[in-house]
């Protein structure tokens, strides 16, 4: 039986998934708090928070998705064409069932719903999605390189080589990941390697041959789709970065804008290898605190206070997943399966 995507439960997978983790988050905050002795500290920085100015950086934050779906747009087929609320509603169905599904079922399932109503195969609106992706991280990882070795990051002595070592690692991996969409055939040659070698492998292998094909169709795009989803992945990451920036003012907090870019930028990169492995979403929060501490001369307790609350407007997304599945689905219009 075909499984059917877009159902009650997995609605309730996504906002349980999500919500546990801000739960688990919250939790790890109070025991730090009370074996670090941090407890004042939180409750004045709880004590300081603005609402306007949460509101104002949890909507810029959010005004980066219509930035994401532009970037996905720019590599769809010449001809299609695709509204920006449409795009971004796929986008967040995708990013709920990233939490209620294994796997990257998110990215799968919002390619077929884009495929479906835009006119393309699933195969192809993956590979878009995929050059998109992997442009954002490459993006991301140059900046990070890019801050790490100009000099403006006020590192730690004793943290300062291994911050540089990570960050070429993780930003050098982002940057090989775009090269690779860049030239799809060198994933083919990978391919018959490995998977194309193992009999047992060999629906395996055949899948990987037709995403690479989709994925060398991206030529067809040309060079000018490249610079508009490179300039709107340099949006969308403004866009997010400048709202984490806010979130911090409404907690009165002025982190260094050089070592807040750089925290940004690096745990963005990074997510690519941090959410391949269970727990990576927790992973995540961790490395952005502290990396907030090392280099944007926040304290412990002000790096999890931030931490926490960009983590909340990541389930606010979700929760707008949720009412956008929803909607699809009495809309007859359910994401897959069926």
């Given at each position: 039986?075909?499984?059917e995507?877009?159902?009650?439960?997995?609605?309730?997978?996504?906002?349980?998934a999500a919500?546990?983790?801000v739960?688990v988050?919250?939790?790890?905050v109070?025991v730090?708090?009370m074996?670090?002795?941090?407890?004042?500290?939180?409750r004045?920085?709880v004590?300081?928070?603005r609402?306007g100015?949460l509101l104002?950086?949890?909507?810029?934050?959010t005004s980066?998705m219509?930035a994401?779906?532009?970037?996905?747009r720019?590599f769809?087929?010449?001809g299609v064409?695709?509204g920006?609320?449409a795009?971004?509603?796929?986008?967040?169905?995708?990013?709920?069932?990233n939490y209620?599904?294994p796997?990257p079922a998110g990215?799968v399932?919002?390619a077929?719903?884009?495929?479906?109503?835009?006119g393309m195969s699933?195969?192809?609106a993956?590979?878009?999605?995929i050059?998109?992706r992997?442009?954002g991280l490459?993006?991301?990882?140059l900046?990070?390189i890019?801050?790490?070795?100009?000099?403006?990051?006020?590192?730690?002595?004793s943290?300062?080589p291994w911050?540089r070592a990570?960050t070429?690692g993780i930003?050098?991996?982002?940057?090989?990941l775009?090269?690779?969409?860049?030239f799809?055939?060198v994933?083919k040659?990978?391919a018959?390697?490995?998977?194309?070698?193992?009999?047992?492998?060999?629906r395996?292998?055949?899948?990987v041959e037709?995403?690479v094909?989709?994925l060398?169709?991206?030529?067809?795009?040309?060079?000018w789709?490249w610079m508009?989803?490179?300039?709107?992945?340099?949006?969308?990451?403004?866009?997010?970065?400048?709202?984490?920036?806010?979130?911090?003012?409404s907690l009165?907090?002025?982190p260094?804008?050089?070592?807040?870019a750089?925290?940004?930028?690096?745990?963005?990169a990074?997510?690519?290898v941090l959410?391949?492995?269970?727990g990576?979403?927790?992973g995540w929060d961790?490395?952005?605190?502290?990396?907030?501490v090392?280099t944007a001369g926040?304290?412990f307790?002000?790096?999890?206070?931030?931490?926490?609350?960009?983590?909340?407007?990541?389930l606010?997304?979700?929760?707008?997943?949720?009412?956008?599945l929803i909607?699809?689905?009495?809309?007859?219009?359910?994401?897959?399966?069926?």
């Open positions: 039986m075909e499984r995507f877009g159902s009650p439960q997995d609605v309730r997978r996504g906002l349980l919500g546990g983790l739960v988050a919250l939790a790890l109070g730090v708090s074996l670090g002795d941090y407890e004042a500290d939180m004045r920085i004590g300081s928070l609402p100015w104002a950086g949890t909507a810029l934050m980066g219509v994401l779906a532009a970037r996905w720019a769809f087929p010449p064409q695709a920006l609320p795009l971004t509603s796929i986008l967040l169905v995708g990013g709920l069932l209620a599904l796997g990215e399932v919002g077929a719903m884009a495929g479906r109503r835009f699933t195969e192809r993956l590979a878009a999605g050059a998109a992997f442009t490459g993006l991301a990882g900046v990070a890019g801050l790490s070795e100009s000099g403006a990051l006020a590192l730690p002595p943290l300062d911050i990570a070429m930003g050098g991996l982002a940057v090989i775009l090269v690779l969409a860049w799809p055939g994933w040659a990978i018959r390697a490995t998977t194309g070698r193992i009999a047992r492998l060999h395996l292998h055949a899948a037709r995403f094909d989709a060398a169709s991206l030529a067809d795009v040309g060079a789709a508009r989803g490179a300039g709107w992945a340099l949006v969308g990451h403004a866009l997010v970065a400048s709202g984490v920036a806010v979130v911090a003012r009165a907090l002025s260094a804008p050089a070592g807040l750089f925290t940004y930028a690096a745990s963005t990074g997510a690519i959410f391949a492995f269970p990576g979403q927790v961790g490395t952005f605190a502290s990396l907030l090392a926040l304290d307790p002000s790096a999890m206070a931030l931490t926490l609350l960009v983590r909340m407007q990541q606010f997304l979700v929760l707008l997943g949720a009412l956008a909607r699809s689905v009495r809309d007859g219009t359910r994401p897959l399966g069926g």
